[in-house]
């Protein structure tokens, strides 16, 4: 019989109130189901239905650990544990407001479990969650004291990095340092905290102190070169036989950089990039070496770059408008600015950029749309045609033109003209969903069209019957 299967027959002996026949149905199907969500859900129920309060409490336990979110198991082992155990109580009870999305109030109830047992485990467990719950309402501070608080009762290395973390998030690297040296002690084959240290040093500029933490060639390196020794960087970096690592094509250009050795350094820049694509240090980078040659605009473009790929496009729009006030002749910020209050909404300055990409590329169809888009939007359909109109010209495969087109051409009334850029619209995407609501439209338009022409030729008979007299 089928999983499915099983489950439809206990249901038809329970609506014929055979409930022990369902219940030893279900029973004997429990290893073949016991990570099913609703066979544990229907067991637990008809469990309860017949007496069985411990299996019920064992199935809804076994429940929440197969679906964590299952509100009825949380609900259920509330009124089974409330006289029964006032740890298990409080820590469902919070758990069940977390699903409920009342993760603060989940904090008492944490701190009431706590207080509920004498055993290390569980007083470990819902300090954990505590913490956790501090850290999703911004308590980042008692967060962190309920984590140390854990590694006072037991050594427990992702506390050691969660504490790390939590100190860098407030800018307290100095304590993360000390937790993480406590860390490596505690743990001292453990390569990967002996690394988050040596990183924490070589941003506070203590190099020496880095290399004595580093565990990898590629962190050693990085401290000889930070410490301005680019020989021995270089001869770590000769050593390196994995080139498929980005990390070494960073190092290279960073040691070219050292010795201003500008066009390997752009060599290795851009090898990186090839490995690692839309990295905001591949613009840091870039935007280095232009300051090191008195390249303003290269400086303030890369840097510009670099923020976008961080996605802070309030400081990458602050570093476009710099790089386009050091040359207003180069469109490549013009069209970073332009992105980026396209993404905004900001109409009055796509409008100014628009225009100023149109005089610096005359030809650019997307200049030329835009600023077509922009006079669509204030209404004024003449403007918006003389550059849709230039745009059609530079790019005839961009169908997308022909419907602005044709749209506008309805707009000011001339029919066959929309009919005319309507019809090429169709001809261009006859698979795009529009196509075929246009088809209709056009239908309509020499429709409307023919009723008109027989509307004005009565008239014109009427004023020459009057002639005739």
């Known amino acids: 019989m089928t999983d499915n299967g099983i489950l439809i027959q206990a249901q038809m002996l329970i ?5 022990d026949k369902a219940y030893e149905l279900l029973q004997n199907s429990y290893e073949k189901l016991k990570e099913d969500a609703e066979y544990l ?14 299996d019920a409490e064992k199935y809804w336990e076994e ?7 299952s509100l009825v198991a949380y609900s259920e082992l509330l009124d089974i544990y409330i006289n029964k155990n006032n740890y298990k109580y409080y820590l469902t009870r919070a758990k069940y407001k977390i699903l409920n999305e009342k993760v603060t109030q989940s904090i008492d109830d944490y701190k009431k479990a706590i207080n509920s047992t004498a055993e290390e485990n569980e007083i470990l467990n819902a300090r954990f969650l505590l913490a956790k719950a501090y850290e999703h309402t911004g308590k980042i501070q008692n967060a962190i004291d309920e984590y140390y608080r854990i590694i006072e009762q037991k050594d427990d290395m992702a506390i050691y990095y969660k504490l790390a973390d939590l100190y860098c998030e407030i800018n307290d690297r100095y304590s993360a340092i000390n937790i993480l040296q406590r860390g490596v002690k505690a743990f001292e084959n453990v390569d990967e905290l002996s690394e988050y240290l040596a990183g924490l040093y070589l941003r506070e500029g203590q190099y020496d102190k880095a290399l004595e933490y580093a565990r ?4 050693k390196i990085k401290a000889y070169l930070m410490k301005g020794e680019n020989n021995t960087a270089f001869d770590l970096l000769s050593k390196i036989n994995d080139k498929s690592n980005a990390n070494y094509y960073a190092l290279m250009a960073e040691y070219y950089f050292n010795i201003k050795d500008w066009d390997k350094c752009n060599e290795f820049i851009e090898k990186f990039n090839e490995l690692s694509p839309q990295n905001p240090l591949v613009y ?4 280095l070496v232009c300051d090191a040659n008195n390249d303003s605009y290269g400086y303030h473009y890369n840097m510009g770059k670099c923020y976008s790929y961080k996605q802070d496009y309030e400081l990458a729009l602050s570093e476009y408008l710099l790089a386009h006030r050091c040359d207003a002749s180069k469109s490549g910020a013009v069209k970073e600015i332009i992105k980026i209050n396209e993404a905004s909404g900001d109409k009055s300055s796509l409008m100014e950029f628009y225009e100023k990409l149109a005089s610096q590329e005359p030809d650019n169809s997307m200049a030329l749309k835009g600023l077509g888009d922009i006079y669509v939007d204030l209404y004024e359909f003449n403007s918006a045609l003389e550059y849709y109109l230039k745009a059609v010209k530079i790019s005839d495969s961009d169908y997308d033109i022909y419907y602005k087109l044709g ?5 000011l009334k001339n029919i066959s003209k929309a009919k005319e850029y309507y019809q090429k619209y169709i001809d261009k995407a006859p698979l795009s969903p529009d196509s075929e609501k246009l088809k ?3 239908s309509k338009m020499a429709s409307d069209e023919s009723d008109i022409t027989q509307s004005q030729d009565g008239f014109i008979d009427k004023i020459l019957s009057l002639f005739h007299k």
């Not at 859900?41 to 411990?54: C, N, S």
């Not at 429940?63 to 979110?69: A, F, G, H, I, T």
């Open 216 to 219: 990898n060639d590629f962190s």
């Open 407 to 411: 749209f506008c051409y309805e707009k």
């Open 440 to 442: 209709e439209k056009i």
């Open 284 to 287: 840091q980078m870039k935007s």
């Open 41 to 54: 859900e229907k067991i637990a129920l008809l469990a309860k239905t017949i007496g069985k309060e411990e």
């Open 63 to 69: 429940l929440v650990v197969v679906n964590p979110n």
């Open 15 to 19: 609506d014929n109130e055979q409930y």
